[in-house]
């Protein structure tokens, strides 16, 4: 009997839990409402789903628990109740599935209006590499990672002389503009995680891979890594700023190109 | 279909193959130690399953330790949690739920359940045993070798597995996992042959497939889909050794190892994650069949009424069983593969949530108009139902791919799969206990005990995981040593994550005083008799209780009819057992 009760208490426990409980997501800072919109919809159809079953079986064990002398029916089957649950079940189903892949299809495909960023990600820190004033990143290559080049950029190519090179420092965004965030890693797999634009991705050595978005309100991000990376995983931190246009380009104009980050020492060698 | 009818007992063909041989023991060692017989092989496969399974319980009170009172205990550095948790994982995944579903409940019920005298290859059945115990003495001496035991997470993802930042990457943590993997796989083929031969080939007269109880579809079918999906892991383990030990780049690309270039070039961590997960997945119902299997046996046994629909149960096992072959990817959303990979995985994995959710309406139909028995099988197999429609439908948010994309990595996934693979399949392995241990030992468990043991687990373990998932929802990732000082966590989220650590404790407690009554009532249980639970499967039906070797007496069962003859009107008593060859009933299995 006490089961009975307790199965009643876990479903209004859990509504109860869901409706009031103080841990939510975070405010959105990007694009993708509708991820939360579909993560919505999904809530209130498993937890119909969920109340249904579980009240259901309360009712039942309530109802034909045993007493002296009762006797169970015997029903084999039920063709008809049997493809009717199986039909609501796949409308159910599809009423979430198809939803999330018409997300699923803007999630794929990027905007060409989108600027690309660089996101390097190394044991245990974040770097950062925008295209500069061509709009265009240059090469890289795991192979030529050094102490004076830590994204192994390639120096004869033309296109990254300019690249704005950011390294283990915040990024800046502009609001409101979108932004196609390629993916690097030169050690092992990392995640390029800001919890508030809801998108992430894996980065792979070896590979360049990326997701896109757009910030649409100004502020500071924390970035997490959300790939298990080796014994700094959880101390592996960034920042995103997302700025107004105006210090946006105030910012920008503070960084160093590749070309003068190198300066120095091809002076040295004309020397 | 052959359908035997009752009565028409000259209907059933003489028997083909003539009685097999067995192998009877000659001395102590050979009868209990290197023993051949699949009930004393279930008992040492159980045994050290769960106690390699109590290492993965302290190990998880040591993680939660952690997370509810961060920097109070100075002895977890991050290396040792990390180390916690990848042991934690594989351990309770692989030695203890693998083994002790297939090689524990496997070997004691198949033999039993289709009326065989033994597995058809003893031999490499006791082979199985010894050198899964192998495997895990390998696991368990990567705790005391120089480094400690990998701390690269139960999925072992290269390159940060083999590289040094990872504990036991560059020492012998990930060579120990490794080859104990690779000595599960064969000791576990061994074992998984065995079972899969046995049921096709050894059943007695008159048990057609279509009249095997659930119990043993489930078992039977996890077991195909474990000689199909381990070799996949086989292959990755030993790849990844050869990176590892002999300088080979199969996963590995060309990297910076703390600001040296490491001399490999051109291997792909892909692919190690498209062959792990071609297991992993799989494995989820390798572990969920024989789960799925026995608490349908509970429920009808302990409710006293047939499975309800046993041919769409059938067909759902069996479907799940192959759909499951394709869906790996649905682990591997945000891994960098191919995006447009997501809307194929995310379409088949949420098909199989339709036959996943058939089988839940039938175990909960078979209930009503039942004659609910409120055993303490029946409250696990209750339990069970509930955390698993729980941890299924939230498995509905991770395999719709762009509702994963903020999810996945975070401690929704965690909360998830703990509910929906190790609470609903622990919980029908605790029913399944309570149920069977009357027929292994020949006494009841103590009911109190029992009582106290099933209420601080289920409610304890749902008080436990429910919360988590809103941790997870917050955007917490998974696999953080210290949750310190990240921007998202809040003060009430602190306080949260200590409340689950005390649960953990409590839940965690509550298993020893299991332990305790495992081992207390094999003196001082209450006597069982042969069939306390008046149940209709063979295993009951058995001359000597505990069976003997050879299970059955001189002459194996015939069976006559389903294994679900539960209170058939007209029937005098409320259950007929399948080797009954009485009037009533609706033999072959459905009316």
């Known amino acids: 009997m006490a089961i009975a009760l307790v199965l009643v208490l876990v479903v209004a426990g859990s509504i109860l839990f869901h409706l009031y409980s103080p841990w939510w997501w975070t405010p959105i800072a990007s694009n993708w409402g509708y991820i939360d919109q579909t993560l919505i919809v999904t809530f209130w159809i498993t937890g119909a789903v969920f109340a249904a079953v579980v009240l259901f079986m309360a009712y039942c064990v309530f109802r034909f628990r045993h007493k002296d002398g009762q006797r169970a029916d015997y029903e084999p089957e039920n063709r008809k109740l049997e493809t009717w649950l199986t039909v609501i079940t796949a409308i159910g189903v599809a009423a979430m599935l198809v939803p999330g892949l ?49 994204l192994g950029l390639i120096p004869d190519d033309p296109n990254g002389q300019d690249d704005v090179v950011v390294e283990a420092a915040d990024l800046h965004l502009p609001v409101g503009k979108p932004v196609k965030m390629l993916l690097r890693s030169i050690d092992v797999l990392h995640d390029f995680y800001v919890p508030e634009f809801r998108a992430k991705m894996d980065m792979i050595p070896g590979s360049v891979t990326y997701f896109w978005f757009t910030p649409t309100r100004t502020g500071t991000f924390q970035v997490l890594c959300a790939e298990l990376c080796g014994q700094g995983h959880a101390y592996m931190r960034g920042g995103v700023m997302v700025d107004t246009e105006e210090d946006y380009v105030a910012w920008l104009g503070e960084q160093q190109t590749f070309a003068q980050l190198t300066a120095p020492e091809q002076t040295s060698l004309a020397d | 279909m052959v359908d035997v009818t009752p009565g028409a007992i000259d209907g059933i063909p003489p028997a083909e193959v003539p009685e097999m041989d067995l192998y009877h023991p000659h001395s102590w060692w050979t009868k209990y130690v290197f023993s051949q017989d699949a009930k004393v092989i279930a008992i040492q496969y159980s045994g050290t399953a769960i106690a390699i399974g109590m290492v993965a319980l302290v190990l998880s009170w040591l993680m939660r330790l952690q997370l509810g009172f961060p920097g109070t205990f100075d002895f977890i550095t991050p290396e040792a949690y990390y180390q916690f948790i990848t042991m934690h994982g594989m351990i309770m995944v692989v030695y203890l739920l693998t083994a002790l579903f297939l090689g524990g409940f496997g070997n004691y019920l198949i033999p039993l359940m289709v009326g065989a005298r033994d597995m058809v290859f003893p031999y490499a059945n006791m082979l199985s045993y010894w050198i899964y115990l192998l495997a895990v003495l390998v696991l368990v001496a990567s705790f005391f070798a120089p480094g400690g035991p990998t701390g690269a997470g139960w999925t072992l993802y290269p390159p940060q597995a083999i590289m040094s930042g990872t504990p036991g990457g560059q020492q012998s943590g990930i060579i120990l996992m490794l080859v104990s993997l690779i000595l599960f796989v064969i000791g576990f083929t061994m074992g998984g042959l065995n079972y899969v031969v046995t049921v096709l080939q050894a059943r007695t007269r008159g048990m057609t497939l279509m009249r095997l109880p659930l119990t043993v579809w489930g078992i039977f079918t996890a077991t195909v889909m474990a000689l199909l999906a381990f070799p996949a892991l086989l292959v990755a383990c030993i790849m990844m050794l050869f990176d590892r030990l002999l300088g080979t780049s199969f996963f590995m690309p060309a990297v910076v190892e703390l600001g040296q270039q490491l001399q490999t070039n051109g291997g792909s961590p892909i692919l190690f994650q498209h062959l792990f997960w071609f297991f992993g997945h799989p494995e989820v119902y390798i572990v969920a069949l024989p789960a799925f299997g026995i608490v349908s046996d509970l429920i009808s046994t302990h409710a006293r009424k047939n499975i309800f629909g046993y041919r769409m149960m059938v067909w759902a096992i069996v479907g799940i069983g192959a759909l499951s072959f394709i869906v790996w990817a649905h682990h591997m959303y945000v891994s960098g593969m191919d995006p447009y990979f997501g809307f194929f995985f995310a379409t088949t994995t949420l098909i199989i949530a339709v036959p996943t959710a058939i089988k839940v309406y039938n175990w909960v139909l078979t209930l009503w108009r039942g004659d609910i028995h409120l055993t303490i099988p029946m409250l696990f197999a209750l339990a069970f139902i509930v955390t698993f429609v729980n941890g299924g439908l939230t498995g509905l948010f991770l395999g719709n791919v762009v509702v994963d994309v903020p999810l996945s990595d975070t401690m929704f996934v965690v909360a998830h799969f703990h509910m929906v693979m190790g609470v609903a399949p622990i919980t029908v392995i605790f029913g399944a206990i309570y149920h069977w241990y009357p027929k292994i030992t020949g006494r009841m468990l103590n009911q109190a005990l029992g009582q106290f043991h099933f209420w601080m687990t289920f409610v304890g373990a749902y008080l436990i995981f429910f919360p988590m998932h809103y941790v997870g929802l917050m955007g917490v990732p998974r696999r953080y040593s210290e949750l310190g000082d990240m921007a998202l966590m809040t003060e009430s989220a602190h306080q949260l994550n200590a409340f689950i650590s005390i649960m953990a404790f409590i839940v965690g407690f509550a298993q020893l005083v299991f332990l305790f009554n495992l081992i207390w009532s094999i003196r001082h249980g209450k006597e069982a008799g042969p069939n306390p639970w008046r149940a209709t499967t063979l295993e009951w039906q058995t001359e000597h209780t505990p069976p003997q070797h050879g299970n059955f007496g001189k002459q194996l069962p015939i069976v006559y009819r389903w294994a679900y003859d539960y209170s058939v009107p007209g029937a005098k008593e409320d259950f007929i057992a399948q080797n009954d060859p009485g009037e009533y009933g609706s033999p072959g299995g459905h009316a």
Do not use: H, I, M, Y
């Open chain 1, 102 to 150: 018409f997300v699923w299809n803007q999630f794929v495909q990027v905007p060409d209006d989108a600027t690309e960023v660089e996101v390097v990600g190394q044991q245990w820190q974040w770097s950062f590499r925008l295209p500069g004033a061509d709009g265009k990143l240059g090469k890289s290559e795991t192979r030529l990672v050094s102490a004076d080049n830590p």
